[in-house]
């Protein structure tokens, strides 16, 4: 299992598309997240988050700051990720490459999810130190105090955000092993991440009430629900108190263990053709 | 030692589709097997069940003496329809990848570029490789658990004739280590030049096993006399009508070659002057278009 990991490790690892999805990432978060709400305490505004004000940006609010994008931009690109680790292998044609190897289909899942849970904790990781420098140099400009929130809450941020990077990601994976492909998997999930979910929220759950009931069972509003327990600034696309924290973490988790065993499922039994 | 592959009424349908049907087959150890047939004709649906890629819909298979799981491939390996790498990898980061998927030691890796002759290559990127040089990588992973058990699937499709040449010698070099090779093909070229026993696939069914000299067996007796029409005349009293074929002056008899002499006695008796007595052999296009109904993509 352990040498599957590694091989799964190297594959993503020098993979250029796979470190463009974290870089992208990145410039999105410290883009909504500081640069223009920076530019609308400045006077400028009407652009999404502008008028979110300095405190969402100092040091103390940094793990609201992180979370605020997974809802919505990190969680489509943590599917891509997802797809490209699983869906990559029907693109270049290389299950039955890595299968004749001898490992079992069980095993190489098993690897590829371990690969996407790494891939996803470095993704938060980084996106937690990118937050925490924009943060620092938002409180030296404007001249405030670091203030920076205490370990449990910092840990307890993290552990969110991997929770629903990992989830989106393995929605990914089962996609691409249900599709057996790649850009397919990645527009059908854009579509219902960037689109759907945000008109189930915003136009069908407002005048449907069992819409509005269904969603809470949604993955997409209960990890706008998490992300909106840890501080993520109201009024964030995808970001809102449908329930408690509690209950969104417990939803997600459980999304991800049924799209995890789903996808170990369908490969398990399907042809590789 | 245990039969390195066996089947028993392997079947494969998708929907109502048979693309292979009670396929019996039986690679003995040692030996290069050459799984012979038109395109389409099933090879690649039965190599992928014996690597485990493609359930069977009815049937069984031994690898190795083993049951069908990832045990069953310890010692096997494998190209299939061609090679598939990652692109964005080097050739030797390919192939350690692989490596740490067959649970062997990344040391082979070196091993096994050189047995394919790319060890200058190695550090390239796949995706700049040409297709021969991709066959030989295909090749090397092939090779990455010393197997007992080679698995090829056309091979050679691709390569220019240097490209055929060299892969058939390293198949030929690994078949007189020890290694079993299971081949397939549909070059009669190749199986004859490197097959011990031939098994002829065609619309999912075995239709014919044997070594390639028992293959090409069943030739035919050519006689060249004069006056040809009482010639024909007399062998047909003599063996039948049903067995004396041919136009103009050559006569064609499905005889075997013990009757030659006895032939040649009875016209002479009967005053017909014999020119040319002869055997011909057929050569195993012919035996594989007769066994296959004359679907034809052999070379």
């Known amino acids: ?273 | 030692m245990n039969t390195p592959v066996e089947t028993h009424g392997l079947t494969k349908r998708y929907g109502t589709a048979v693309a292979v049907d009670g396929l019996d087959i039986s690679v003995q150890a040692g030996e290069v097997y050459g799984f012979l047939g038109p395109n389409g004709a099933g090879k690649t649906t039965t190599l992928r069940m014996l690597l485990g890629l493609v359930r069977p819909t009815t049937g069984t298979l031994r690898l190795l003496g083993r049951e069908p799981g990832p045990r069953s491939l310890d010692r096997v390996g494998a190209l299939i329809e061609g090679p598939a790498f990652y692109p964005y990898l080097s050739a030797r980061t390919n192939l350690r990848v692989l490596a740490d998927h067959a649970g062997v030691g990344r040391s082979r890796v070196d091993a096994v570029l050189e047995t394919v002759s790319l060890t200058d290559r190695a550090r390239d990127r796949y995706a700049t490789y040409s297709l021969g040089m991709k066959q030989r990588l295909g090749l090397a992973a092939a090779l990455l658990k010393e197997p007992e058990l080679l698995i090829l699937d056309e091979p050679t499709n691709g390569l220019d004739p240097a490209g055929m040449a060299d892969m058939r010698g390293t198949i030929r070099q690994l078949a007189a280590e020890g290694c079993t090779v299971l081949l397939s093909s549909h070059l009669l070229v190749e199986v004859e030049q490197i097959c011990h026993r031939v098994g002829v696939i065609d619309h999912g069914r075995l239709v014919a096993e044997a070594t390639v000299a028992e293959l090409r067996s069943g030739g035919v007796l050519r006689v060249v006399a004069h006056p040809v029409e009482q010639a024909r005349i007399r062998l047909r009293a003599l063996l039948g009508a049903a067995l004396v074929r041919g136009e103009g002056d050559v006569l064609e008899l499905d005889v075997d070659t013990g009757q030659a002499a006895r032939i040649n006695a009875e016209l002479v008796g009967a005053g017909i002057s014999v020119s040319e007595l002869g055997w011909r052999e057929p050569d195993l296009e012919q035996t594989f278009l007769a066994l296959t109904g004359g679907v034809h993509d052999a070379d």
């Open chain 1, 1 to 273: 299992m352990l040498t599957n990991v590694r091989a799964e490790l190297v594959k993503q690892a020098r993979r250029p598309a796979i470190w463009l999805l974290l870089v992208i990432a990145v410039v999105l978060t410290i883009t909504f997240g500081y640069v223009i709400p920076f530019v609308g305490l400045n006077g400028a505004s009407g652009a999404p988050g502008s008028g979110r004000g300095l405190a969402s940006m100092l040091p103390d609010a940094v793990v609201g700051s992180t979370l605020a994008g997974l809802p919505v931009f990190v969680g489509a690109l943590a599917l891509v990720f997802g797809v490209l680790v699983v869906g990559s292998e029907y693109g270049f044609e290389t299950w039955k490459t890595v299968l004749a190897q001898r490992p079992s289909r069980e095993t190489v899942h098993a690897a590829k999810l371990v690969t996407v849970a790494a891939g996803t904790l470095l993704g938060i990781l980084a996106l937690f130190a990118s937050t925490a420098v924009a943060s620092a140099v938002v409180a030296s400009v404007k001249d405030q105090p670091m203030n920076w929130p205490g370990v449990p809450d910092l840990l307890i941020g993290a552990s969110a955000g991997w929770l629903v990077t990992t989830m989106w990601a393995a929605l990914g994976v089962l996609l691409a092993v249900w599709l057996r492909a790649v850009a397919l998997p990645i527009g059908l999930g854009l579509v219902w991440l960037l689109a759907v979910q945000n008109l189930l929220s915003s136009v069908a759950s407002p005048s449907l009430e069992w819409v509005a009931q269904v969603q809470k069972a949604m993955p997409g509003p209960n990890a706008g629900a998490l992300a909106a327990a840890l501080g993520a600034p109201s009024g964030t696309p995808g970001v809102g108190e449908i329930v408690g924290g509690g209950q969104g973490a417990a939803v997600v988790a459980g999304y991800l263990v049924v799209f995890g065993v789903v996808s170990g499922w369908l490969l398990r039994r399907r042809d590789i053709a």
